[in-house]
């Protein structure tokens, strides 16, 4: 069954710098989800990249997607306490017809 | 627009009992999906539901099950409540059947006592 592997599991930047998140997956990604999770409450989604080396950006948001390395990574610009949250990745099982996340990138910003 | 609603959103049941979590999608939205997410752990996948069919069923017990409404809005049952069925209950509601973004809703927080 496929599997993805987020890094860092946790982290802690100051406010300004940047910041990359980085999805891993064991096997061939179809579709690759970024979502945003507040502690106990419903995912927010981010962006979704479905072709190799294809980019997106929302506001100070940007992610890739590296299909032969079967990776995406979340990168974030002066970082703002605003971001902090849990950071999920997803991807399209075979069929299409559900989501197989990753455990979480918790980040904190402190000010 | 409304987004995906979910009731309740917060329930105590006790072991052996039974509970029903209820989701209504996004206006216009014919799937419907359900995801477990224990404490640290990325969301699991249950149900997927289309046109009031069942269209994918993740690694769950036959405890679990669900069901979709001719308006698309969609429940899930849990019976025999174990410790262990101590979660976040998300619904996703998406247009399509496959490879459609899955918008979420806030969730149900079961805790089985």
């Known amino acids: 069954s496929q599997e993805l592997e987020q890094s860092p599991q946790s982290l802690i930047v100051q406010e300004g710098k940047n910041l990359t998140i980085n999805c891993t997956s064991s096997?061939?990604?179809?579709?690759l989800y970024w979502y945003k999770q507040k502690y106990g409450e419903g995912l927010i989604f981010l962006m979704m990249?479905?072709?190799?080396?294809e980019e997106k950006s929302h506001e100070k948001i940007t992610a890739k997607l590296d299909e032969k390395k079967q990776q995406s990574s979340l990168h974030i610009t002066a970082s703002q306490p605003s971001h902090a949250g849990i950071y999920l990745c997803g991807a399209d099982n075979q069929a299409g017809t559900a989501l197989i996340f990753g455990k979480g990138t918790t980040l904190s910003v402190s000010s | 627009d409304a987004g995906v609603t979910q009731s309740p959103t917060h329930l105590i049941k006790t072991r052996g009992q039974q509970v029903t979590l209820r989701c209504s999608p996004i206006?216009?939205?014919?799937?419907v999906s359900w995801y477990q997410q224990v404490l640290g752990q990325g969301p699991q996948f249950i149900f997927q539901?289309?046109?009031?069919?069942?269209?994918g069923r993740g690694n769950f017990p036959d405890r679990f099950s669900a069901r979709q409404f001719p308006n698309y809005s969609s429940e899930l049952n849990v019976n025999a409540l174990l410790l262990g069925d101590s979660a976040l209950y998300l619904c996703?509601?998406?247009?399509?059947?496959?490879?459609?973004?899955?918008?979420f809703g806030p969730g149900t927080r079961l805790l089985v006592l």
């Open positions: 539901y289309y046109e009031k069919e069942e269209r």
């Open positions: 990249l479905q072709k190799g080396g």
């Open positions: 996703a509601s998406s247009g399509g059947l496959a490879q459609e973004t899955q918008y």
């Open positions: 206006s216009g939205h014919k799937s």
């Open positions: 096997k061939t990604l179809y579709g």
